[in-house]
């Protein structure tokens, strides 16, 4: 089945400093990849996405780069702000057998201090 | 255009009662999704409905929960009788289309349910 593994955190980090959040998947076919953020308070919104090999996902100064042979699909940001503190998660869609649901990393937590 | 929206936003029952969680999807919305994150681990599938009827139910854990979704607008997730390991912050999401497997699903805030 469908798997999804993100680095576990949290992850500390002072502002203007360089993000990266590892993710890699295990999927049957050919999903798409998602990065998903949820804020404190709020609920999960989508951040970015890459539908096919080689594609990237871009959105606020984030992007990942959807690598078929690593099966990877890494977050970054060169230079992170205090509202940037949230917990992001992972996930593909591989629409078929699998039908359309989500499936989520378990999630990685960000805290940028000024 | 208002999004997803979930009633309560936290719950607080003890083992053995019932609850039921709301959720209204985006208007005109026929696929809603009901996904839960237990003890700040991954966000796992629950079920799927399109319209009212059940897509796909394979996340849901066992017969204490029962989801419905009466004229294919707000649905609901009963949980009865609670137990302690039901606590965890449960999601709806909905979508335009679900045959599409790049499609947004939009996010609810999500229901925290604490069951002591």
């Known amino acids: 089945g469908n798997s999804v593994t993100q680095m576990e955190g949290p992850v500390t980090l002072s502002e203007e400093a360089f993000l990266t959040i590892n993710c890699t998947y295990t999927a049957t076919g050919y999903p798409s990849l998602f990065w998903y953020v949820q804020y404190p308070g709020e609920g999960l919104q989508l951040l970015l996405k890459?539908?096919?090999?080689?594609d990237k996902g871009s959105n606020k100064g984030f992007e990942a780069t959807y690598r078929k042979e690593t099966t990877s699909f890494h977050l970054e940001k060169g230079s992170v702000q205090v509202s940037d503190s949230a917990v992001y998660f992972c996930d593909l869609r591989s629409f078929g057998a699998a039908g359309n649901k989500l499936t989520f990393g378990g999630g990685t937590r960000v805290l940028v201090k000024p | 255009e208002a999004g997803v929206t979930q009633f309560p936003s936290h719950s607080v029952i003890e083992k053995g009662q019932t609850v039921t969680l709301r959720c209204d999807p985006i208007s005109g919305h026929d696929n809603l999704y009901w996904y839960r994150r237990v003890m700040g681990k991954e966000i796992k599938f629950l079920l799927h409905?399109?319209?009212?009827?059940?897509?796909?139910e394979s996340g849901m854990p066992n017969n204490r929960f029962l989801a419905e979704r009466t004229g294919g607008t707000y649905s609901t997730l009963k949980v009865q009788p609670a137990e302690l390991e039901d606590s965890g912050v449960y999601f709806c999401?909905?979508?335009?289309?679900?045959?599409?497997?790049?499609?947004?699903?939009?996010f609810g805030p999500g229901t925290r349910l604490t069951v002591t």
């Open positions: 999401a909905s979508s335009q289309d679900g045959g599409t497997a790049s499609y947004e699903q939009y």
């Open positions: 409905f399109v319209k009212e009827s059940k897509q796909d």
């Open positions: 890459a539908t096919k090999a080689d």
